[in-house]
């Protein structure tokens, strides 16, 4: 079945440093692959999407692009602040319905 | 345009009993999902509601179910709880189901099971 591995938390950075999340997804076809955030206390919500190879899905200095031949997704941000911090999690979803699998999510710190 | 609304939000009940669990998606959104998270399991896909039909089912036993109705709200039950299905549900919609499709998601429903 579908599955999406993400990297370990959490992750610790000092203001302004860069930040990378990675993640690798297996699936059947060409799935779609989102960011999704969950800030302490509140739901879900979109962080970034990109629907096919080699797209890249771009929000609040946040990028990731879809790379086919890696099977990755990895999530950027040059400068992160201390209102990132969050837990991070990578979302594949395929097939003609929303068969959706989630990643065990990455907790980021960022210190000031 | 109003978000996921969950109701109730908190809900504390016994083993062996049952709950509901209400979910309205964002108005004109027709696909509903669930999810159970939990810290040891992360966020594990219940089931997909679509026009009152469940299109996708994740691996849950046959105590958890669903249902939609005709305005697209949902509702999700579960029968004699146990201990394990502490944890936060939470409901997401999205405007078609499809795969490229983003979901919106609502605050959750946090459920202690005593």
């Known amino acids: 079945g579908d599955s999406v591995t993400q990297m370990e938390g959490p992750v610790t950075l000092s203001e302004e440093a860069f930040l990378t999340i990675n993640c690798t997804y297996t699936?059947?076809?060409?799935?779609?692959l989102f960011w999704y955030v969950q800030y302490p206390g509140e739901g879900l919500q979109l962080l970034l999407k990109?629907?096919?190879?080699?797209d890249k899905g771009s929000n609040k200095g946040f990028e990731a692009t879809y790379r086919k031949e890696t099977t990755s997704f990895h999530l950027e941000k040059g400068s992160v602040q201390v209102s990132d911090s969050a837990v991070y999690f990578c979302?594949?979803?395929?097939?003609?319905?929303?068969?959706?699998?989630f990643g065990t999510g990455t907790k980021l710190q960022v210190i000031p | 345009k109003a978000g996921v609304t969950q109701t109730p939000r908190y809900l504390i009940k016994t083993r062996g009993q049952q709950v509901t669990l209400s979910c309205s998606p964002i108005?004109?959104?027709?696909?509903v999902s669930w999810y159970q998270q939990t810290p040891g399991q992360g966020l594990q896909f219940l089931f997909e509601?679509?026009?009152?039909?469940?299109?996708n089912k994740g691996n849950f036993p046959g105590r958890f179910s669903g249902r939609q109705f005709s305005n697209s709200r949902s509702e999700m039950n579960v029968s004699t709880l146990e201990l394990g299905d502490s944890a936060l549900y939470l409901c997401?919609?999205?405007?078609?189901?499809?795969?490229?499709?983003?979901?919106?998601f609502g605050p959750g429903t946090r459920l202690t099971v005593t």
């Open positions: 997401a919609s999205s405007l078609s189901g499809q795969s490229s499709y983003e979901q919106y």
């Open positions: 979302v594949s979803s395929s097939g003609g319905y929303q068969k959706v699998t």
């Open positions: 990109a629907t096919k190879a080699d």
């Open positions: 699936a059947t076809g060409y799935p779609s």
């Open positions: 509601y679509f026009s009152e039909t469940q299109r």
């Open positions: 108005s004109g959104h027709r696909s």
